[in-house]
C-alpha cells in the first residue's frame, strides 16, 4: 500500500463524524486497514459504552525492544451548530473541519511519519496508539495501558503524545481534580411549607467557598510560575436538576475544580475545600486526574528539541493522555502541529505547512531514537 499524503489523510480521517458519544468503530475500521497495509501489526481494543462500540488501536512497526510510541485519539467533542463540522475543506493553508486540529491532523502526521521508516533501518520498534474516548475520561487510554497484549512486556521506551502544541515540546502539563459537594434537602410544592431546600442548604458554603477564588490566584502556596497562568483555573458549576420555582429542591450539587499542578500544595487546597463542606454539613466527594511532568533534561525532551530545532520546552495548561502513558512510559513528550487555540472551535483548522513540518519532525525522532 502507498503511503498517503498527510493532507488527504487528515481530510479524510475529519470526515469521519467521531464525537465521542457515539462509536467510532468506522473510523478504527479504516486506521485498522491503512496500518495494516502500510506493514504494521495492528491490536484492537473495543468495549461498550451504553450501546455504542468504542474502539482503540495500536500497531507496531519493526522488531526488537523498546522504540518510540506515538499515542493520538480519534474522538472529537460535538460537531456544534453553524458549520459543515465533518466536511473538510482546505484553503488558504489550512484543514478546515471537526478533529483537524485536535487531533486528526496530529493523528494523520503520526502515521505517515511512521509509515516512511525503513523496516531495515529499524532497531528498535515504531508504535502508533490511537485510543477512544479522549474528549470523555482517557478510557480508550486506560484499557491500551491495562489490555495491550501487543505491548504486553515491550513498551516503547520513549513516547509522543502528539496534541497540537504548535510544534513546541511540552515537558509538563496541568491535571484536573473535581471536588463534588452535595446538599441533600426535601423536596415540597412550596404552598405546603413542608420542605427543606437543598438549595438554601448549600448557599453559605457557597457564599464562603468563592472567598477562595482569589486566595488560589495569590497565595504562592498555590501558584507554579512554569506555567501560563500560574494559578489553578478554580471554577464552580451548579445543578439543582432543573428544580421549578413552586417546589423545594431535594438535591443541590456544586462541582468545584482545580487544575493540580507540580510542586504546588493540591492537597491543601482540595482540604480547605472540603473541610469547608464538612463545616456547612455537606457531603464532599474528590476525583484527581493527575498532572503530566517530566524534567526539562528528559531524553524525550529533549530528543524533540533537537528534531524540531526548539531552543527550549515549554508548559501548557490543558490535560492530555500524557497521564495515562506516563505509568508505563518515563521519557514522554507532548508534541504535535496545531494550537489548542483552535480545538474545539467553530472552524476548527490546522496550518498545512505544519502538518508536513510535523511529519518530518517525526521521522527525525524515529530516526534518533530507532535507528541507533
Given at each position: ?57 495500536v ?56 509509515a ?96 477562595l ?6 497565595d ?13 483555573g ?54 484527581i486526574?493527575d498532572?503530566f ?60 505547512d505544519?502538518?508536513h ?16
Amino acid at each position: 500500500m502507498d503511503i498517503p499524503d498527510v493532507v488527504t489523510l487528515t481530510k479524510d480521517l475529519v470526515a469521519f463524524p467521531t464525537p465521542s458519544r457515539v462509536s467510532n468503530a468506522a473510523i478504527s475500521d479504516y486506521l485498522q486497514h491503512l496500518l495494516t497495509g502500510l506493514g504494521f501489526d495492528v491490536e484492537r481494543l473495543s468495549y461498550d459504552d451504553q450501546g455504542q462500540e468504542k474502539v482503540s488501536l495500536v500497531a507496531r512497526k519493526g522488531a526488537g525492544l523498546g522504540g518510540l510510541g506515538f499515542f493520538s485519539h480519534s474522538d472529537t467533542v460535538p460537531g456544534d451548530q453553524g458549520w459543515n463540522p465533518f466536511t473538510p475543506v482546505e484553503e488558504g493553508g489550512r484543514i478546515i473541519g471537526r478533529g483537524s486540529c485536535d487531533m486528526k491532523g496530529p493523528l494523520a502526521a503520526t502515521i505517515v511519519g511512521a509509515a516512511r521508516a525503513s523496516f531495515t533501518a529499524l532497531k528498535h520498534p515504531v508504535v502508533i496508539g490511537v485510543a477512544a474516548d479522549e474528549e470523555n475520561g482517557y478510557f480508550g487510554a486506560s484499557q491500551i495501558v491495562r489490555e495491550s497484549r501487543l505491548l504486553g512486556g515491550n513498551w516503547p521506551t520513549h513516547a509522543v503524545v502528539a496534541e497540537p502544541t504548535e510544534l513546541v515540546p511540552v515537558y509538563a502539563h496541568k491535571g484536573g481534580t473535581t471536588i463534588t459537594v452535595t446538599a441533600t434537602g426535601v423536596a415540597a410544592h412550596t404552598s405546603t411549607e413542608l420542605g427543606t431546600s437543598a438549595n438554601f442548604l448549600i448557599a453559605p458554603f457557597l457564599a464562603e467557598v468563592s472567598g477562595l477564588a482569589p486566595v488560589f490566584k495569590s497565595d504562592p502556596r498555590f501558584l507554579n510560575r512554569q506555567f501560563t497562568p500560574p494559578s489553578f483555573g478554580f471554577n464552580m458549576v451548579l445543578n439543582d436538576f432543573g428544580t421549578k420555582l413552586n417546589v423545594s429542591a431535594g438535591k443541590s450539587v456544586a462541582e468545584l475544580s482545580i487544575r493540580n499542578m507540580p510542586d504546588v500544595d493540591n492537597e491543601g487546597a482540595i482540604a480547605l475545600i472540603t473541610d469547608m463542606a464538612a463545616r456547612h454539613g455537606l457531603h464532599s466527594a474528590v476525583h484527581i486526574v493527575d498532572y503530566f511532568h517530566v524534567a526539562p533534561g528528559n531524553d524525550m525532551v529533549q530528543a524533540a528539541c533537537r528534531a524540531a530545532a526548539a531552543l527550549e520546552p515549554q508548559t501548557v495548561p490543558y490535560g492530555t493522555e500524557a497521564v495515562i502513558y506516563q505509568t508505563r512510559i518515563r521519557n514522554q513528550v507532548v508534541l504535535g502541529p496545531g494550537s489548542i487555540k483552535q480545538a474545539h472551535t467553530v472552524g476548527e483548522w490546522i496550518s498545512v505547512d505544519q502538518l508536513h513540518q510535523a511529519v518530518a519532525i517525526y521521522g527525525r525522532l524515529i530516526a534518533d531514537i530507532c535507528a541507533r
